[in-house]
């Protein structure tokens, strides 16, 4: 996109033209670096890993993820690690150092949404590998009960 510089603003005060020029051109030399900014983004870096390439296994290491951002879909036979059976996940990994992996439960399952719907994270460090499951999101729930009776005393 090619950005056209206006015409000078052109004016008796001749001071306060040239602040007002000055002004303008610095505006359009930003949009210029902002137009070549914007035109070397690509996808090259976001992936949606489908069928045999997503990582079904949470326990795969770390280092068999690729740098960017992917997202993968978790299906009803995962028994292996993600907090929930059914939900998807989204990997934002710059390196084997800097790598955070979100888990979004969908709530779709056989047993309880309490326990299904929510937003997990963790993160990997080559050093010593995935951190627990941190639920950061969701349906806070609690079973409390009391057996028998409970007495109440003057106090």
Same mark, same amino acid.
């Given at each position: 996109?090619?950005?056209?510089?206006?015409?000078?603003?052109?004016?008796?005060?001749?001071?306060?033209?040239?602040?007002?020029?000055?002004?303008?051109?610095?505006?359009?030399?930003?949009?210029?670096?902002?137009?070549?900014?914007?035109? *070397?983004?690509?996808?090259? #870096?976001? @992936?949606?890993? $489908? =069928?045999?390439?997503?990582?079904?296994?949470?326990?795969? %290491? /770390?280092?068999?993820?690729?740098?960017?951002?992917?997202?993968?879909?978790?299906?009803?036979?995962?028994?292996?690690?993600?907090?929930?059976?059914?939900?998807?996940?989204?990997?934002?990994?710059?390196?084997?150092?800097?790598?955070?992996?979100?888990?979004?439960?969908? *709530?779709?399952?056989?047993? #309880?949404? @309490?326990?299904? $719907? =929510?937003?997990?994270?963790?993160?990997?460090?080559?050093? %010593? /590998?995935?951190?627990?499951?941190?639920?950061?999101?969701?349906?806070?729930?609690?079973?409390?009960?009391?057996?028998?009776?409970?007495?109440?005393?003057?106090?």
């Amino acid at each position: 996109m090619d950005i056209k510089s206006p015409l000078p603003f052109e004016t008796s005060d001749k001071a306060h033209a040239n602040l007002f020029n000055r002004m303008v051109n610095t505006l359009v030399e930003n949009d210029n670096a902002l137009s070549q900014q914007i035109a *070397g983004i690509t996808n090259e #870096s976001l @992936f949606k890993l $489908t =069928g045999d390439q997503a990582i079904q296994d949470a326990s795969v %290491s /770390g280092e068999e993820y690729p740098i960017g951002i992917t997202f993968m879909d978790i299906g009803q036979a995962n028994d292996t690690g993600y907090p929930t059976r059914f939900g998807f996940v989204k990997n934002e990994k710059y390196s084997n150092f800097r790598f955070i992996q979100y888990y979004y439960g969908t *709530g779709n399952e056989a047993g #309880s949404y @309490f326990d299904s $719907t =929510g937003t997990w994270c963790r993160h990997w460090w080559t050093g %010593s /590998g995935w951190t627990e499951w941190h639920k950061i999101s969701g349906f806070c729930h609690a079973n409390i009960g009391t057996t028998g009776k409970q007495l109440l005393t003057k106090g």
